[in-house]
């Protein structure tokens, strides 16, 4: 099972150091705007493409694109640069997972600013990094790097807030040289004991009796221990433990079940069924639209109840589908088999 890890900061973060780093380390890294860049010349007929989005003018006479017209038809205009966008992140996405399944390495790396925001790329990577720096700090090495204005620099570094993302790790780049490599290397270590512990997740059964939904809690959580009042439960996310009392409304994905045209239907069946329609994907993220997903569903559970299976409750089934999928297993246990551990469970003793 391979690694799939996103580098991702703003300008003058130093993210690229990092990346060049962890080259050094023998792992592949994936230049996302270098390979952007390379496929105007690389993919028959973009440059064409391109041209018809931003309303012609862009090509030269051997019709490949003059990129300094191309440069100038997105500066300050938000709608011609959504329009590029459209047309070549597809494709940086298509080259980037041609790229990945050529490589024979356990972690692979992105390096890109915009990956982590993109619709396009949910679902792609299975940890993020950030890469940050205090504001000043960048950009003083923006403006030393690229002779920019600071002002220019710092409504740069406001475009490309990163507020809204939840990284798996921060490197703090506040430094000298060797502290960067060295925060990079503790990364890398962090990552590889994940990759481990993921990998050993994914060969035992997922036993949905003990994966819990708590009203309130977003994610998924792993019983682990009877407390005095209540339960021990661990994050299958993030593997914090947290004590539930007696009051939370806790509910085994086991005991779980969708309507159908003839009657309920486990979840564990439900997700099996999913699994035999998406194969290796992941499912449609709970942001799709409602055809998305109803579609989905018609293909894995024909028979669903419209009436009484909504898009709301298919919603939350794709995200404990992904949940599971990336933190466990899709391999569940047998009820028989659930009993037999549990009865081995030094907790039940």
């Known amino acids: 099972m391979m690694l799939t ?5 703003g300008i003058g973060s130093g993210k690229s150091e990092v990346c060049r780093h962890i080259l050094s380390r023998g792992y592949p890294v994936y230049d996302s705007d270098a390979r952007a860049k390379s496929l105007y010349d690389e993919v028959p007929g973009l440059p064409a493409r391109v041209d018809a ?85 960048r950009v003083e090495r923006a403006c030393r790097r690229d002779s920019s204005r600071p002002g220019a620099v710092r409504e740069r570094i406001r475009a490309q807030g990163f507020d809204d993302l939840s990284p798996d790790a921060v490197i703090v780049n506040d430094g000298t040289l060797e502290e960067l490599h060295a925060r990079t290397d503790e990364t890398l270590e962090k990552l590889v ?12 059964k997922t036993d949905l009796t003990k994966i819990l939904s708590v009203s309130g809690h977003h994610g998924l959580y792993q019983y682990i221990a009877q407390a005095r009042n209540g339960a021990i439960a661990e994050s299958l996310a993030d593997k914090k433990r947290t004590v539930f009392d007696i009051r939370s409304r806790i509910t085994t994905l086991a005991d779980i079940a969708i309507f159908t045209s003839e009657g309920e239907l486990k979840l564990k069946d439900v997700f099996e ?10 499912a449609p993220g709970a942001k799709s ?48 088999e659930a009993v037999e551990a549990a009865s081995e469970d030094p907790a039940n003793e």
């Open 289 to 336: 639209s409602p055809d998305v997903l109803k579609d989905l569903f018609a293909k894995a559970v024909p028979n669903y109840d419209e009436d009484r299976f909504y898009v709301s409750h298919m919603k939350k089934v794709v995200e404990w589908y992904n949940e599971l999928k990336k933190y466990a297993s899709l391999d569940f246990a047998e009820e028989e």
């Open 5 to 9: 890890v996103l580098v991702t900061g």
């Open 193 to 204: 004991y994940l990759h481990h512990q993921s990998k050993k997740r994914k060969e035992m």
């Open 53 to 137: 989005a931003l309303g012609g003018g862009l090509l030269d006479v051997d019709g490949r694109l003059d990129r300094r017209a191309l440069a100038a038809a997105v500066f300050s205009d938000p709608a011609a640069l959504a329009a590029l966008e459209a047309v070549i992140h597809p494709e940086v996405l298509k080259d980037f997972l041609r790229w990945r399944d050529s490589r024979d390495a356990g972690m692979v790396f992105m390096e890109s600013a915009i990956a982590a925001g993109l619709p396009l790329f949910e679902g792609v990577f299975d940890a993020v990094i950030l890469v940050d720096a205090p504001e000043d700090l």
């Open 273 to 282: 069924s999913l699994h035999g329609v998406l194969g290796e994907e992941e």
